[in-house]
């Protein structure tokens, strides 16, 4: 049970696997004004940083669950690099499922709805852990503006136009879903622009250094296309945030 080597490929820099900054994570954290000792639950953590940096700057406390072996390690020794292993642990696992033993105060899925097969899901995935009163995070691509189309859809890592809603209807389905969105935080262009070019520098390097892989000819197909896609489609359209919700 792992991710394909060539996610870890393309994000292997990466503390933040989705389109938010260091600064706009830590002014995620602080705008939920919640207590130290918070208890969190994050589904499809990464290499840990939001639990980890809110565990040393807000005293949070938690677990993440990730898929990756590789990640999962990182999160681990960043973890111990911040002085904060003894609040969170990472566990190597399916988040799809997966509930918390003991109701947590945060449930966060922040940019990986597939493992509750999309944001309802995922929803109801995460009520599961969560406490009477709790807030939850859920990360999830918006459209921008509509693309024109098939092809600028699928250009943007969607199947079909309706795989994305605009801003304002993704706002209304939380409701619709029985959920108060009571803070956000968004990507803009230049998160996107960190996020995306930094995975071609880590394309480049590990095609250096390993020109004979059997995944060097995906690899370089990637590189070769992926910038230009990227500035014509997905940084035109797409947009992504992370939306912080409450029971109603």
């Known amino acids: ?31 939920l004004h919640l207590a130290p ?19 040393r700057d807000l005293g949070f406390t938690g677990t993440g669950v990730d ?8 999160a681990r020794a960043r973890a111990i690099e911040l002085g904060v292993a003894d609040r969170v642990e990472f566990v190597h696992g399916d988040a799809c499922g997966h509930v918390a033993d ?25 009520s599961r852990s969560l406490r009477p009163g709790g807030l939850m995070l859920i990360g999830e691509p918006y459209w921008r503006r509509t693309p024109p189309d098939q092809e600028a859809a699928e250009a943007c890592h969607a199947t079909s136009l309706a795989d994305f809603l605009p801003l304002p209807e993704l706002i209304e389905q939380f409701g619709d879903l029985g959920y108060d969105v009571v803070e956000m935080m ?14 071609w520098l880590n394309l480049r390097r590990w095609l250096d250094r390993n020109p004979d892989d059997e995944l060097a000819p995906e690899v370089r197909a990637e590189l070769t296309t992926e910038p230009a896609r990227y500035a014509r489609y997905l940084r035109e359209y797409l947009g992504w945030g992370v939306f912080a919700l409450m029971k109603r």
Request: aromatic share 6%; glycine share 8%; proline share 4%.
């Open 186 to 199: 968004l990507a803009d262009r230049d998160s996107w622009d960190r996020y995306c070019a930094a995975q």
């Open 1 to 31: 049970m792992d991710l394909p080597r060539i996610f870890t490929i393309r994000e292997s820099s990466h503390r933040i696997h989705n389109p938010l900054t260091p600064d706009k994570l830590a002014a995620l954290g602080q705008a």
């Open 102 to 126: 003991e109701p947590v105060d945060l449930a966060a899925c922040v940019g990986a709805t597939w493992i509750g097969n999309g944001v309802a899901g995922t929803a109801e995935l995460l």
């Open 37 to 55: 000792g918070t208890r969190v639950l994050d589904l499809a953590s990464g290499s840990g940083e939001m639990l980890c940096t809110w565990a």
């Open 67 to 74: 898929i990756s072996t590789v990640f999962t390690e990182q």
